[in-house]
């Protein structure tokens, strides 16, 4: 382990640190994310450890004398990044392919105590107490930056898509030199609550140079959208009014956001967002109703002739398939939970992004794979015709 690592590192055993967050995997393993707390239980220090494997989160706790093993177990190539909290400090630090570390610290003010209680209050990308411009805009806060008791479900949605992004900022601003700024396309964007957090998280928090559209149907929401972009003073964040299948304003796209786009609206979106060649996408498909219409197979019959069963099977049918093709067309996938089922049926996130060296074989198995299950389930979706090869488009 690097010198410097293994320093913080035992300055986080020695109780200085008080959270570590390791993120941007690098696909050698299904882990995609670890949290490491220091935690108190019982007069004895132990610390919490949570990794975030596919939809599933696992603790375990460990003591201190055991933790630098885990620490050198995980920091060995697997993750992009790290990032270390002290009451002083906020500490970045990215590994490069080639094994490079490279450390950035940012002094905070004064911080107040740390609490190790195991019911620790969970910590949030956007902080209540903190007063935050566009969600008192937008009435998820008060003035005082305390939420809104009827708007908390909307709170803690806002946080879980903000860590989905935080996952993958290393992704997302891979290769990125000199001022160029990150391009963000929102399709469905609607009263754009993603989008204004999308925004503040890297514009304002992160500092990223960045440029977001954001396309909606309804010219009244769009308007007032872009009222309030302009009232804020987020420039390099638009609205505009059109349909997903017809845009054509870009030529390059970094991150595609697609969230509740009826049907094959999500389609069309994730063809775009290949044929740009974003990077990442993140999608929360709506209204899957197109395989409901087509799905025959006479073996699944029995199950199949109960209407609600159908109409969600079709749906996991449709967003697993979506998920075949984009792994076809080069990305790594995961169909993870948005938010809790209790809150709304259409939690499941497609989140893909781009490999940088995808291989044409694996491309054409699971091309191949996806194919063989829709002829099963006599199934001809949209997303596989928009991005079917030149030849069978052809044919």
């Not at 806002?158 to 891979?174: G, I, K």
């Not at 794979?369 to 069978?392: G, H, I, N, S, W």
Request: hydrophobic residues 40%.
């Amino acid at each position: 382990m690097n010198q410097e690592l293994e320093n913080l590192c035992r300055d986080m055993i020695a109780g200085q640190i008080f959270e570590m967050i390791i993120s941007g995997s690098t696909g050698r393993e299904s882990l995609a994310k670890v949290k490491i707390r220091p935690l108190q239980k019982k007069e004895r220090m132990y610390y919490q450890i949570e990794e975030y494997r596919g939809n599933q989160v696992f603790h375990r706790n460990v003591e201190a004398e055991a933790l630098l093993g885990e620490l050198e177990l995980y920091l060995n190539g697997s993750f992009r990044q790290a990032e270390l909290h002290t009451r002083e400090e906020h500490i970045h630090i990215l590994f490069s392919k080639k094994g490079r570390v490279t450390v950035k610290r940012k002094h905070l003010a004064a911080g107040g105590s740390i609490s190790l209680s195991h019911d620790r209050k969970k910590r949030y990308l956007l902080e209540e107490g903190t007063p935050i411009s566009f969600l008192y805009e937008l009435g998820v806060m008060n003035r005082e930056g305390y939420v809104i008791k009827a708007k908390y479900d909307k709170f803690r949605q806002l946080n879980r898509f903000l860590e989905f992004v935080d996952d993958v900022y290393p992704e997302l601003t891979a290769g990125m030199e000199g001022d160029r700024e990150l391009t963000i396309l929102d399709f469905g964007c609607g009263k754009s609550y993603l989008t204004f957090a999308l925004y503040h998280y890297l514009k304002i928090v992160r500092g990223q140079k960045l440029r977001i559209i954001g396309l909606d149907l309804k010219k009244d929401v769009v308007v007032a959208c872009a009222r309030l972009a302009e009232r804020l003073g987020y420039e390099g964040l638009q609205f505009l009014a059109g349909d997903i299948a017809d845009y054509e304003g870009v030529d390059q796209v970094d991150m595609v956001v697609t969230l509740h786009a009826c049907d094959t609206a999500t389609d069309y979106a994730l063809e775009k967002a290949v044929r740009w060649g974003a990077k990442v996408i993140l999608s929360v498909p709506c209204c899957q109703h197109e395989l409901n219409r087509q799905i025959e197979n006479e073996l699944l019959r029995p199950i199949l002739k109960y209407g609600l069963i159908q109409e969600r099977f079709s749906a996991l049918l449709t967003d697993a398939l979506r998920g075949n093709l984009l792994e076809a067309a080069g990305y790594q996938v995961q169909l993870l939970e948005f938010i809790e089922m209790e809150h709304t049926p259409k939690n499941i996130l497609i989140r893909a992004v781009k490999q940088r060296r995808a291989e044409a074989a694996v491309c054409q198995r699971r091309r191949e794979e996806a194919e063989r299950c829709m002829a099963f389930f006599q199934v001809d979706p949209t997303l596989a015709r928009l991005l079917a090869p030149e030849k069978e488009k052809q044919s």
